[in-house]
């Protein structure tokens, strides 16, 4: 499975924590994040990441168009609600795209630990059957 991962500066660390906890998971998976938080997980895990621009720069952009063309399978998207960015419609574009072609999305560790835990359990295979 393709794995998009997004994460506001305010969630970084957070991100690098969930990646960590859930390396074993991970590890069987192709990992795709914007910039930053891409290296901050590489750095943390020592997986392999896909690292697209930083968010700001058109990261965000590039996962949108990858969702677009049915090639990421789950978005955990680590978002601060409390602070927008300038650059909030990319972000919104995000969550709209996965809405549009019912691409999994986490916008909270909660969700992003059901998701990940699904994904382990094979709940998520039949994301392979629309391919």
């Known amino acids: 499975m393709k794995i998009g991962l997004v994460a506001h500066d305010a969630k970084k660390v957070l991100m690098q924590n969930f990646c ?3 390396r074993g998971i991970l590890v069987n998976n192709e990992i795709y994040a914007t910039g930053t938080t891409g290296r901050l997980v590489e750095e943390a ?8 621009l930083a968010g700001h720069l058109g990261g965000e952009k ?8 049915n090639d990421i399978d789950l978005v955990i998207f ?6 927008p960015k300038p650059h909030e419609p990319d ?8 809405d549009r072609y019912n691409i999994p999305l986490a916008t909270n560790l909660a969700s992003a630990e059901l998701l990940i ?3 382990a359990k ?8 629309i391919k």
């Open 20 to 22: 960590i906890a859930y």
């Open 91 to 98: 972000v919104n574009n995000v969550v709209q795209l996965c």
């Open 117 to 119: 835990k699904a994904l």
């Open 122 to 129: 094979g709940d998520m295979d039949w994301r392979a059957t």
């Open 78 to 83: 680590l978002r601060d609600p409390l602070n």
């Open 62 to 69: 590039q996962l949108g168009s990858q969702i677009e063309n």
């Open 45 to 52: 895990t020592n997986l392999p990441v896909y690292k697209y």
